[in-house]
Protein backbone atom coordinates (compact mmCIF):
# COMPACT_ATOMS: atom_id res chain seq x y z
CA UNK A 1 0.00 0.00 0.00
CA UNK A 2 1.36 3.43 -0.97
CA UNK A 3 2.46 5.50 2.09
CA UNK A 4 0.39 9.05 1.49
CA UNK A 5 1.56 12.39 3.73
CA UNK A 6 -1.00 13.73 5.83
CA UNK A 7 -1.56 17.60 3.85
CA UNK A 8 -0.75 19.19 6.65
CA UNK A 9 2.56 17.46 6.90
CA UNK A 10 2.78 17.63 3.06
CA UNK A 11 2.54 21.41 3.09
CA UNK A 12 4.91 21.77 6.11
CA UNK A 13 7.51 19.73 4.28
CA UNK A 14 6.86 21.59 0.99
CA UNK A 15 7.47 24.89 2.80
CA UNK A 16 10.75 24.12 4.54
CA UNK A 17 11.73 23.30 0.48
CA UNK A 18 10.74 26.41 -1.07
CA UNK A 19 12.72 27.91 1.72
CA UNK A 20 15.89 26.55 0.83
CA UNK A 21 17.22 25.99 4.23
CA UNK A 22 20.20 23.70 5.15
CA UNK A 23 20.24 20.69 6.34
CA UNK A 24 20.30 20.94 10.20
CA UNK A 25 23.39 18.29 10.61
CA UNK A 26 25.37 20.40 7.85
CA UNK A 27 25.16 23.56 10.81
CA UNK A 28 26.55 24.00 13.92
CA UNK A 29 24.47 23.82 16.54
CA UNK A 30 23.96 27.92 16.67
CA UNK A 31 23.17 28.25 13.31
CA UNK A 32 20.56 25.31 13.65
CA UNK A 33 19.15 27.03 16.17
CA UNK A 34 18.26 30.14 14.73
CA UNK A 35 17.50 28.46 11.62
CA UNK A 36 15.12 26.78 13.73
CA UNK A 37 13.33 29.85 15.12
CA UNK A 38 13.14 31.24 11.76
CA UNK A 39 11.32 28.45 10.40
CA UNK A 40 9.10 27.62 13.48
CA UNK A 41 5.60 29.36 11.90
CA UNK A 42 6.03 26.24 9.00
CA UNK A 43 6.48 24.07 12.00
CA UNK A 44 3.75 24.96 14.51
CA UNK A 45 0.37 25.77 13.18
CA UNK A 46 -2.18 26.42 15.78
CA UNK A 47 -3.00 22.76 17.24
CA UNK A 48 -6.95 21.23 17.12
CA UNK A 49 -8.75 21.12 20.05
CA UNK A 50 -7.86 18.22 22.06
CA UNK A 51 -10.55 15.56 23.85
CA UNK A 52 -8.08 13.65 25.59
CA UNK A 53 -4.63 13.72 25.76
CA UNK A 54 -3.60 10.37 28.22
CA UNK A 55 0.11 9.61 29.47
CA UNK A 56 1.05 5.54 28.32
CA UNK A 57 3.97 3.52 29.24
CA UNK A 58 5.09 0.97 26.43
CA UNK A 59 6.96 -1.85 27.30
CA UNK A 60 10.44 -2.61 26.18
CA UNK A 61 13.19 -4.96 26.83
CA UNK A 62 14.99 -2.33 28.74
CA UNK A 63 12.50 -0.98 30.60
CA UNK A 64 9.31 1.40 30.21
CA UNK A 65 9.40 3.97 27.89
CA UNK A 66 6.93 6.98 28.46
CA UNK A 67 4.81 8.37 25.68
CA UNK A 68 1.64 10.37 25.11
CA UNK A 69 -1.73 9.90 23.47
CA UNK A 70 -3.51 13.14 22.43
CA UNK A 71 -6.99 12.69 20.66
CA UNK A 72 -8.26 15.55 18.88
CA UNK A 73 -11.87 17.09 19.39
CA UNK A 74 -12.80 16.79 15.75
CA UNK A 75 -11.69 13.63 13.36
CA UNK A 76 -10.33 14.73 10.21
CA UNK A 77 -11.45 12.15 8.24
CA UNK A 78 -15.30 10.60 7.62
CA UNK A 79 -15.47 7.61 10.14
CA UNK A 80 -13.61 9.11 13.33
CA UNK A 81 -10.16 8.86 11.80
CA UNK A 82 -7.37 11.43 12.26
CA UNK A 83 -3.86 11.00 10.97
CA UNK A 84 -0.94 9.32 13.15
CA UNK A 85 2.19 10.85 14.03
CA UNK A 86 4.70 8.43 15.94
CA UNK A 87 7.61 10.57 17.32
CA UNK A 88 10.82 9.14 18.31
CA UNK A 89 13.17 11.89 20.01
CA UNK A 90 16.81 10.69 19.46
CA UNK A 91 18.17 12.96 22.49
CA UNK A 92 19.92 15.75 22.44
CA UNK A 93 17.33 18.52 21.63
CA UNK A 94 20.18 20.60 20.47
CA UNK A 95 17.37 23.01 18.63
CA UNK A 96 13.77 23.06 19.32
CA UNK A 97 12.26 21.89 22.53
CA UNK A 98 14.22 24.64 24.39
CA UNK A 99 12.47 27.61 22.45
CA UNK A 100 9.12 26.34 23.81
CA UNK A 101 10.25 25.77 27.36
CA UNK A 102 10.33 22.05 26.99
CA UNK A 103 13.98 21.38 27.25
Given at each position: MPVVLDPDAAAVSKAFQDAGRPACETLTAPEARAS?????????????ELARVASLSIPASHGAIAARF??????????????????????????????????
Amino acid sequence: MPVVLDPDAAAVSKAFQDAGRPACETLTAPEARASYAQARFATNPEPPELARVASLSIPASHGAIAARFHRPKEPRRPGGLSPALVLFHGGGRVTGAWLKGLG
